[in-house]
């Protein structure tokens, strides 16, 4: 039986980048109510993109009834607010406010500036190929050979 090498072990290789990560990120964010789970709710919010709580928590792999906690605890923090969905009023929509939007920027720069730092053993080109890598596989539920196909269908 051949066991692969710890470098070619990709569940290692993520778990250490993801506790790498985590060190890295952790202190930057700490305004956010929840940490990674707060940031990541927050920075989707201000994308706008999901027509509900249950969308949003969806997307993110969270818990409905653990989102509503968070969310709540986002209201309180005054970073959003639920409003009635436009297209659908029964449904209530988490949107960013003025604060919740200025601090996902400022949040989303200091992390960016860690992430660089985290994979600064990596050139610019490799970092760009490695988050192009990275979020088409996990866009495609972690199908490498689809994000492979696509990323050279993009280039």
């Not at 509900?52 to 509503?68: F, N």
């Not at 490799?126 to 996990?138: I, M, T, W």
Request: hydrophobic residues 40%; proline residues 4%.
């Amino acid at each position: 039986m051949d066991v692969p090498r710890t470098d070619q072990d990709l569940g290692w290789a993520l778990g250490s980048l993801l506790r790498a990560y985590r060190g890295h990120v952790a202190p930057l964010i700490d305004e956010v109510p929840h940490g990674a789970r707060g940031y990541q709710t927050l920075l989707e919010v201000a994308r706008g993109q999901h027509p509900s709580q249950l969308a949003l928590a969806s997307h993110l792999g969270i818990d409905r009834t653990v989102m509503t906690y968070l969310v709540d605890d986002l209201v309180e923090a005054g970073l959003v607010e639920r409003q009635p969905n436009p297209t659908d009023r029964r449904q209530r929509q988490v949107v960013a406010t003025r604060r919740g939007l200025q601090l996902a920027a400022k949040m989303c720069a200091r992390v960016t500036e860690a992430e660089d730092a985290l994979l600064g053993g990596l050139s610019d080109r490799e970092r760009q190929l490695f988050r192009r890598l990275v979020a088409k596989a996990a866009a495609t539920g972690g199908d490498l050979d689809e994000a492979c196909e696509s990323l050279a269908a993009d280039d």
